[in-house]
């Protein structure tokens, strides 16, 4: 991605060193051809729990797949796909708005839930153990995150950063997280601002209330607020990048999954 989303300008990424993993780039067989993809994981080891990391609104870029990065450090083998390639090339696009109309809203649930699960059938065939296997997703993922968490009986942890929860981006995303609380097959930690006008605090504790009155993955599920975080307090290559909520989520994150997935 050669631009930041908010400024305009080229942002400065982090990039987390690739020594001791193995990574890259590559072609993901899915459900009608292939889509670009990319993972990371320990170098040489097999039987690594498996993360599936969603994209934000702006596509697989560098940050996602630095975060691919970060995870595999972890231990993890991290696998994330280029979710609405089929639809045009999201790294074009500097106006979200219009990123949102022209690609985003064309994108079904169906298709998303399909190539995530192509990204499991991969990971397998890679020697990684998908009987491990989690999901964590940032801003247009983070919706995904609650969805594919309900959607995959085999899921077993889910981690949602600042995710729509009671609205989707587009006519063709019919059910939103706050419909299928009450029918997740994993627990999910969600991760929200408390400054973010996108995702209103009544929306936040809707969904509060859907998990405390869910069935037993909903009630082990938790939605934590950091009152004084935007939206996207995680992605430290935007302005709205807060450090200590950040460090903070990013451990939590690390805890539920060792806790889920070990």
Known sequence: MSFSPITGA??????TSADGLDHGAFKMPTFDGEISAYYA????????????VVQEV???HEHIQDVCRRFAKEGYF???VELYERQGDASKYTDVPTLIQEIVSKVSDEQVLADLDASVAWAKQQGADT??????????GGRITWMYAEHNANC???????????????PLQKRNPVDVANTLKAPVLGLYGGQDAGIPLDDVHRMQDALANGNDMAKASEVIVYPESNHAFYADY???????????AWSRALNWFKRYLA
């Open 156 to 170: 077993k942890a889910g981690v949602a950063w600042y995710g729509k929860l009671a609205v989707g981006h587009g």
């Open 78 to 80: 991290a696998v994330a």
């Open 41 to 52: 994981a320990p170098a040489g080891q097999k039987n690594a729990p498996v993360l599936l």
């Open 131 to 140: 009987s491990r296997l989690g999901i964590t997703g940032f801003c247009w």
């Open 58 to 60: 702006f596509g697989l």
């Open 238 to 248: 935007r302005p709205s990048y807060n450090e200590v909520d950040a460090k903070d």
């Open 10 to 15: 080229a942002p400065t990424v982090i990039h």
